[in-house]
C-alpha cells in the first residue's frame, strides 16, 4: 500500500465558552446551543484502505497510537468503510478541545473521498455530528468545527436541523491545559442549571456579538456551573489580574485566553489562532 | 488620519456554474439557487472614516479608481456609517466573479469592525446580499462568498432564509476572460426556461456531488440558456478536448477550468484556487 492511496482532512479544534444541552428523538437533531472558538490548531485524519487481513475491523491511531474512537467508528460504519485512520493532533484529547469531533469529521471528509462515497459537505458533517452526540463525546463541537471562525450556535443539531452565526472577528488564541475532564460524565449528569446558564448567556453575547462579551460570559457561566478546578480557577483569574481575557473550555481543564492573555499572565501557553475556514479536505 | 484607523476584509470571487431564480417579496428572501466555486482572488475591502468635508457621502475607490458601487452604498446605508472604502481585486468586474456582491460583503465585515457596529455574521452577510440583490448585480454570490469552498445554493436567500451545501473538495482553478456581460440585462429578462434548466442541474448535482458534475452541469446549463459567445464556446470546447473540464462563469464572459485545463488547452489564464474560508476579517 502506497501514500498515494491515502486521503487526508484537516478539522480544527474547537472551544466552547457556554452551551446549554437539547436532547431530541436523534442524534442529528439533538445538541447545543453555545459558542466557541474554532481553532488553528486541529486534528488531521489520513485514511486508507486496510490491507483486508482483518476484514471489516477498523485501524484507528491517534498519534502513533492504536485508539478505539466511538464517533469516528460511527463514521466509518455509516459509510459502510473499512479503513485505516491515521489521526494526528497536538491537541490534547479529553480537555475540552473537540477531538472526538475534530477526528470524526476529518475522517468523513477523507474517508469520503479517498472512497469515493458521494456525499456532500452536509451529509458528512451531519455523520459526525451523529456519531460524536452518539458516543457521548460531544453536542456541538463538529457543526462549529465545520464552520470554522467564532461560531454561535443559535439551533442545536447536524446541518438541515441546527443553524449556525458566528462573530466577526479573528484572533490569537492561548490555552494551557490541567489535565482530563470526563464529558460524558459531566452531560449525562444534573443539567437543567447548566442549560439555563448557557441560555442567558447566549442571550448576552446575541446582544453585544464580541469576542470580549463571549469570554465574559464564558467565564459567568464557568462560575455559575462550578466546574472549574482550583488550577483553572486561578488561570483565568490571574489572566483578568494582568488585564486579560480568559475563560475554561468547555469540557476540559482548559483555560483558553485571548491575545497574549496567558502569556502576561506568567503562564508557558500554547499558542494558535481562530481558524476561518473550519474542516477542509487536504491538511493545513 | 493614519491607516491604523482603517479595518480590512476579504471576501472571495465565486464563479456560479449554473443557477434558478427566485424572486421574493424582500431582498433578504430573494436569491438564487445554484452552485459553484469559490476563489483564492477576491476583493479586499479598507474601510476608514471619511475626513468628513462631504458630510454622509462614502468615496469608495477600486483598484484606485472612484467608483459607485450600489452594493457597497446598500451596506454602508444600512450600518449607518460614512466611509472610504479601498477595494482591491485582481478580479474583472463585470466578468462573472461576483466582484459586486464580494465588495459588499468584504465592505460589510470591515465596516462593522471598524466603527464597532456590534453585528454578527449572518447579519452582515444578510445586508450584502440584499444589496446585491436590490442592485440587480448578483442574486446568489454574497451567500456562497460568505461560506467559501465549493458552495451548493440549495435554497435562495440570506442567512435565516437560504441553506447551504457543498461539495467536499478542493481544487486549482484557472480562467480566462473575454470581455463584461450586464447581469442585470440578464436577469431582467424572460428567465423561466433558465430557471428551469438550473433546477435540473442542480438535482442532478445532488445525485453526484463532485466538481467535474458541477462543471458537467453547468455546461449542459450554458447550452441550454444560450448565453455563450463564440470565444467562450470555443474555450469551453477546447478544454474538453484537451481532456479537461470547463464551463462559463455565469454571468459574464470567462471561462473557469479545474486543474490545468485551459492552460493544456494553449490558452494562458489566470490561475487560482478554491478558497476553502468564506469571507473573514483581515486580508488574505
Given at each position: 500500500m502506497t501514500t498515494s492511496?491515502?486521503?487526508?482532512?484537516?478539522a480544527p479544534g474547537h472551544v466552547t465558552a457556554f452551551f446549554s444541552i437539547h436532547r431530541a428523538e436523534s442524534p442529528?437533531?439533538?445538541?447545543?446551543?453555545?459558542?466557541?472558538?474554532?481553532?488553528s490548531e486541529g486534528v488531521t485524519a489520513t485514511v486508507s484502505p486496510t490491507?483486508?487481513?482483518?476484514?471489516?475491523?477498523?485501524?484507528i491511531h491517534l498519534n502513533g497510537t492504536r485508539v478505539t474512537i466511538e464517533a469516528v467508528e460511527h463514521v466509518l460504519s455509516e459509510l459502510r468503510v473499512t479503513a485505516r485512520v491515521r489521526l494526528e493532533t497536538p491537541l490534547t484529547p479529553g480537555?475540552?478541545?473537540?477531538?472526538?469531533?475534530?477526528?470524526?469529521?476529518?475522517?468523513?471528509?477523507?474517508?469520503?473521498?479517498?472512497?469515493?462515497?458521494?456525499?456532500t459537505e452536509n451529509e458528512l458533517v451531519r455523520l459526525a455530528h451523529a456519531g460524536d452526540v452518539e458516543a457521548g463525546t460531544?453536542?456541538?463541537?463538529?457543526?462549529?468545527?465545520?464552520?470554522?471562525?467564532?461560531?454561535?450556535?443559535?439551533?442545536?443539531?447536524a446541518p438541515g436541523y441546527g443553524s449556525l452565526d458566528g462573530i466577526p472577528d479573528r484572533c490569537r488564541?492561548?490555552?494551557?491545559?490541567?489535565?482530563?475532564?470526563?464529558?460524558?460524565?459531566?452531560?449525562?449528569?444534573?443539567?437543567?442549571?447548566?442549560?439555563?446558564?448557557?441560555?442567558?448567556?447566549?442571550?448576552?453575547?446575541?446582544?453585544?456579538?464580541?469576542?470580549?462579551?463571549?469570554?465574559?460570559?464564558?467565564?459567568?457561566?464557568?462560575?455559575?456551573?462550578?466546574?472549574?478546578?482550583?488550577a483553572v480557577a486561578e488561570a483565568i483569574d490571574a489572566v483578568a489580574d494582568a488585564g486579560g481575557e480568559a475563560s475554561m473550555a468547555m469540557l476540559g481543564r482548559s483555560v483558553f485566553a485571548l491575545g497574549t492573555g496567558l502569556t502576561d499572565a506568567g503562564y508557558d501557553p500554547s499558542v494558535c489562532r481562530t481558524h476561518p475556514a473550519g474542516a477542509t479536505l487536504g491538511s493545513e
Open positions: 492511496t491515502a486521503s487526508t482532512a484537516f442529528a437533531t439533538s445538541g447545543s446551543r453555545g459558542a466557541g472558538l474554532a481553532l490491507d483486508g487481513g482483518d476484514q471489516g475491523k477498523n485501524e480537555a475540552g478541545f473537540g477531538v472526538s469531533g475534530a477526528a470524526a469529521l476529518a475522517t468523513a471528509l477523507a474517508a469520503n473521498n479517498r472512497f469515493d462515497c458521494g456525499r460531544g453536542l456541538g463541537d463538529v457543526v462549529a468545527q465545520a464552520r470554522g471562525g467564532i461560531p454561535i450556535r443559535l439551533e442545536p443539531g488564541v492561548e490555552y494551557v491545559t490541567f489535565g482530563e475532564l470526563s464529558t460524558p460524565d459531566v452531560l449525562s449528569g444534573e443539567t437543567e442549571a447548566l442549560s439555563a446558564a448557557g441560555e442567558r448567556a447566549l442571550t448576552a453575547l446575541m446582544g453585544d456579538p464580541t469576542v470580549e462579551t463571549l469570554l465574559a460570559e464564558g467565564r459567568r457561566f464557568t462560575r455559575e456551573i462550578g466546574v472549574a478546578t482550583p
